[in-house]
Every structure is written in structure tokens, then in C-alpha cells.
């Protein structure tokens, strides 16, 4: 079994920075790709941002192509989301959620966190 923690989310200004970080435990870091979804109130949960398990490749939302970063450290058993030119649209519960085998752009993950939230005041 797998447990994914986040961290990271608060309140910032549009335009601001914040870094979001999720732990894993449970099972070998490397063993499954990551993603990053988000959900605002009254919304479905969206794609955000996904990597491959060795942390070769990324995908982003066309959203925030430009602005986030994804990143994967398997040593450390972290993933990380940089998002940067933080927008009031960008406001939402973020979570990070592991896939077994091949990484997707959709919410088929096997694993989730309990999500953190993130709040751009305009």
C-alpha cells in the first residue's frame, strides 16, 4: 500500500510562488508514475500535471504550461509541484495522486493524497 502526503498550499497574492510537496511511503518511490490534480468548489477535479516513474518526462495542462514545474526525486521519495504567476483561477484543492505502470493525463491514479489547499488572492 501506498501513502501519499501533501504539503506546501496557503495563501498568496496573484503572481506570488508556492511549492507543493507530496510523500510517499509505503512502496519503492521509482515503482510508479505522479500527477497533480487540482479541484475548485463547485468543479470537477482537472489535470494539472503528471511525470513518469523515473522522472524522465512531464506533462502539464495547457492551464499552466509555463508556470508550473513538476519534478520527481525517487531517492527522497518526494514529488513536487513549482507554480509560479500564481492566478485567482489557479485557487483549488491540490492533490497528488501515484499510478502503477505507464503515467496518464487522466484521474485513473491508484493512489491519492488528502489534498491541500491553495488559495490566489487577486
Known amino acids: 500500500q501506498v501513502q501519499l502526503v501533501e504539503s506546501g498550499g496557503g495563501l498568496v497574492q496573484a503572481g506570488g510562488s508556492l511549492r507543493l510537496s507530496c510523500a510517499g511511503s509505503?512502496?519503492?518511490?521509482?515503482?510508479?508514475?505522479m500527477g497533480w490534480f487540482r479541484q475548485a468548489p463547485g468543479k470537477e477535479r482537472e489535470f494539472v500535471a503528471a511525470?513518469?516513474?523515473?522522472?524522465?518526462?512531464?506533462y502539464y495542462a495547457d492551464s499552466v504550461k509555463g508556470r508550473f514545474t513538476i519534478s520527481k526525486d525517487n531517492a527522497k521519495k518526494t514529488a513536487h509541484l513549482q507554480m509560479n504567476s500564481l492566478k485567482p483561477e489557479d485557487t483549488a484543492v491540490y492533490y497528488c495522486?501515484?499510478?502503477?505502470?505507464?503515467?496518464?493525463?487522466?484521474?485513473?491514479?491508484?493512489?491519492w493524497g488528502q489534498g491541500t489547499q491553495v488559495t490566489v488572492s487577486s
Open positions: 509505503g512502496r519503492t518511490f521509482s515503482d510508479y508514475a
Open positions: 511525470i513518469t516513474r523515473r522522472g524522465l518526462i512531464t
Open positions: 495522486a501515484g499510478k502503477n505502470g505507464a503515467v496518464s493525463l487522466n484521474d485513473d491514479y491508484d493512489y
